[in-house]
């Protein structure tokens, strides 16, 4: 028989495993390369220096799934969490939709509603050391009105007819016709400076007045912000800087939280939000003020669906309260109205119009003359949007509706709803809810009385969305009649089908406090800090 | 050997002038576009209409294109239209960012690869040898997107000793920069480190069987200088081609890879360029992969003609 190894083999010894075993240590701890920074306490470290009580220092590490997108600076878009840092707003609303003073300290809104007169600080820089003066709210307003900035605002923006400059801290808006959203518009404005706005949608230059420089941008891992020492906001902010790091992917935006390299998080997904809620380091918190709605739209030129009778049938086959829990993660508020519980449009009795009801659903298809049917449903081909298509699909089978799912991608999805490209069915989430109702109307695109996907036309929607538009108005009877009218039409006529208010669910390290979001989801830290 | 490469060139050219002409006509063909992309869903189409004007997506397509190449040819890859800066700047920081970690993870291929080939190879406990074939196997089956989330559970979630995600560049940073690009370049080689291993282990088997060896052995030269000096020299050619073929692997293996440890290379560059309709980008991303081909091809056509005079005259 051949032996094999006609020799002694060099094998392994004790001693040559433990140097291998050295070895690779070695390289396993390359971390630690003496005398030099842990990646991971050098994430952690600022949260373990602070103990108590407001304390200055430290770098917030804000986990996002999107990069900061330079040329939708003026537009709303699902990452717009540094607007407030770099910028600042003239006002900024309470939980109430009250406006409170930022850069603008007070306001005189005219009694026939054609002009308001604003007194701004005096007090306020650019962090390149320009004054702020009342040329920069002319120019924010004026650059808003340019469609090319996509700003879902600009119909109010374009509302502004004149400007009236008196002196460098006070300035008259002339309105062509009384606003009803006009501090929709003043939250919604970041303030940028006025000679370099075209580096700033190029993501170049970011000189704004609000309370962190840009450090650095780099795209695809995310921007670096350091404290602006000269901010108007005495002793504020009392963090030295914010890091927004860029995780698309949620199991890696989730393992930040969940390892500590990020305290702050604002899109764990529905489905992983179970797995952070044990984390004893991590706080969930709800804004029920929302900023969003999913819902199923409806092409009304599609037989069928003309029949407002087979909209409302498919609206009373969804399970809204099963889709917050199973897709939503149960963060969410199952409602067959746009409006959260914020909104002075809300009613109880809205929210609740459609309930699951399978068997009205069949009997109002029965009275259309449909016992089945067959329909396509564009979704966005994300795990998410995808979860609540599904969800569609299957409360529409028990009524006798075959949905043949159609997963699109984003860019394609954006094109055919502008495009009024939409099949029968397609399901996506709105904002402009959360804000004053006539903005839902004005600047969100699917509402919109004027031209929307669903090819919806009604002069009577028109005629109430106009007059609570153009009301100077935002509270009081008359005004709340007309939201009610805008809301019977919506569940009505079921163009717009909407399943859940999405909430801001933000997912944030036990150590860190003072955090707060406005209506747009541009994130303050003003009195943010870790303990 | 001038003239070969001068005979070579406008064939290249054309093949570059080719792919230009196919990616810029698959770009448009695709559904949606970048205007209605950045305009976003509530976007009027008065909006959507002045964006596709600032653009230019409005001129005719056969303008866009000489545009493009024109402004190519003079080094110019101008400005993104969604993502942001400039083009050039974002596919040198995306080609910087998806080298390191390929270079990393071929670093983890050759001393990972080496250990599995040795220890299966040369090692007289059955235990080990066992342990080395469960592990290549192992490494080999579970995909990347698997073993990418284990270790980030275990190293950076529970251990608690490296970052989860994220990029630091390690010549701004090395001592941080390395251990943000640990887990990414470990996951990323295991696969090609396991094949590695097992045709190492193969070629050292078959070295040390060979009669030379058992010569050398009776001559008394030690187990230590026989593997080392002996048996590797004649086991690593086959390996050393497979690495080569490997590290194309690992190339296009960091686009997955990229994702699970948000690390900003190229793969994540061409996600979010084809997302949002980023048609700079992508042409650009695109163009430049089919130049490194074409590039490539002429190197190996030149290496060969080197090689054999015959080629150069046919």
Redesign the interface.
Known sequence: MTE?????????SRRSTLR?AGAGAL??G??G?TG?????S??NSSAKEARSQPKRGGILSVAVNT??????LF???SQSYQHRLLYNTLTRYDDGLKPQPELATSWDYAADGRGITLKLRDDVTYHDGRKFTADDVIFAVKNLQ???R?A?L?ATALAVSGFEKRGDHEVVLKLAHPVANLFDLFEFMIITDRHSVEDAV???KLNGTGPFRLKK?????GLSLVRNDAYWQPGRPYLDGVEL?????A??LV??L????SQLSYQVPGKSLAAVKGNPDLTITSYDTGDGAAYVGVNTTVAPLDDKTVRQAVAWALDRERIVDQTLGGYGLASAAPWPKSSPAFTEAGRTHYTHNPAKARRLLKSAGLTRLRLPLLHLSLPGETAIAESVQYDLKQVGIAVELQPT???????K???QDMPALWT?S???AQVQPSTLAV????F?EA?NTSKYHSAAYTKVVREAWTTRDTAGAATNAQYRKISGILLDQAFIIDLAIRGRVQVASKKLHGVTLNKFSYLNLDDAYLV | MRSYLLRRLPSALLVLLLASFLIFAILRLVPGDPASSLAGPDASAATVAAIRERLGLNAPLLTQYTSWIGDLARGDLGPSYAIGGDTADLIRDGLGATVELTLGALLFVILLGTAFGVLGATSRRRWVRGVVRVATTGALAVPPFVTGVLLVLVFAVTLGVLPPGGRVPVLSAPDLGVQYLLLPSLCLALPSAAVLGRYLKDGIERTLAEDYMRTATAAGVTPRRLLWRHAMPNALPPVVTLLGMQTGHLLGGAVLVEAIFAWPGLGQLAEAGLTRRDYPVVQDLLLLLVAVFVLGQLLTDAVYAWLDPRIRWE
């Open positions: 094999q190894y006609p020799f002694t083999p060099p094998d392994v291998a390289l396993a390359l971390g390369l030099c920074r842990s990646a991971v050098e994430a990069d900061f997108t330079p040329s939708l537009a709303q878009s340019n469609p090319v996509a879902q600009r190029k993501g170049t941008w780099s795209p695809g891992s790091r860029v995780m698309a992917q199991d890696a393992s930040s969940r390892s500590g390299q991608d984003p860019a394609t999805a954006q094109k709803l502008i495009s996506m709105h904002g402009f600047s969100a695109y699917p919109n031209k």
